[in-house]
């Protein structure tokens, strides 16, 4: 794929935008007012629009919006034996991270019939012909949600309960693979926000991605719960332990943070893509082509052209479809401009 790839490429960390329609029918969904036909091919065509939104905005490595996971994780539990679930903490006012429905093993945990992952990426590459890129997250953002207590499966060893979902992770990613997903990025925020564990979450994520035949990426942000970060929004303390991780390119946010720390990767070299998230998905503010450019030309400062490509700060869900569409299109001609004083 990296052959066909034009200088500066741009991707999406994954999510899309949901159409204002999608979330109606949603709710006829949980209400048991579709059937599963008329259920998958909702989902087909929220997909469809994603995909189609990608494409008229320019960008040159699709996925697939994402359009069948709701709330980043919320899904993927309903796909977990051993799972109880527990009422939110609060449930008035403003949504937030203490609002999302949260989750209490009542034993080992298990995913006998795979994340859901590999049937989303089938129907990707089944409606376009471009370059594409699969995701799937990882066993820390997995387990998230999960309370561990003194004395339950787990004995409060979140660690244990991290390393219980690897082998799901890996299937996962070994099954992507082997479905012709040759570039595979694997979403990790919550190796940020729960500081202190580097060390051991990179062993956890070479273990997810041992014996995957696939180009791996490393996303790792500051969550992004309805565009709102979770842990302190530094990388600095990940490394050097980050580079001792098995994967050819880095996926780490920046426009929201005013480029901070983009400078990092002079101190700590690029031996590896980094890809730089040059538009910012938490703010309404819309980037002029022009502000994309000087972010991409800052990038540049530190890190070679043949190692950068560009992508929001991470997903688009938070936002409306409009917002995310817009967006996407200043980050192409953003992109544009700098590929043009580059020769490409």
Known sequence: MAATLPLLYTHVMGSHGFPGWFWTALDKIKAGEYGQTDAKETFD??????IRDQERAGIDVICDGEMRRFFFVQTFYGKMDGLEQLEPLRKTGLYAYDSVPRYRPLRKITVPKGLGTIEEFQYLKAQT??????TCPG?????????????????NDRLALCWDLVPAVNAELKGLAAAGADWIQIDEPSAAIVPGQIVEYVKMFNACVAGVKARIGYHVCFGNLLSRPRGKRSYRWMFPHLLDCKC??????????EMAEIDLWKEVGVDRDVACGVVDVKSFYMETPEDVAERIRLCLKHIPAER??????CGFFPVPRWVAFEK?????????????????
């Open 248 to 257: 050819d390119q880095f996926v780490f946010e920046y426009a929201n943070r």
């Open 129 to 134: 012909d471009g370059p594409v890129k699969a």
């Open 328 to 344: 996407l299109k200043r980050l192409a001609a953003g992109t544009r401009l700098v590929r043009k004083e580059l020769g490409g």
């Open 45 to 50: 065509d929220a997909t469809q629009l994603a």
């Open 308 to 313: 950068l490509s560009l992508v929001p700060d």
């Open 139 to 155: 066993p820390v953002t997995l387990s998230i949600h999960v309370q561990t207590r003194p004395g339950d499966a787990y004995n």
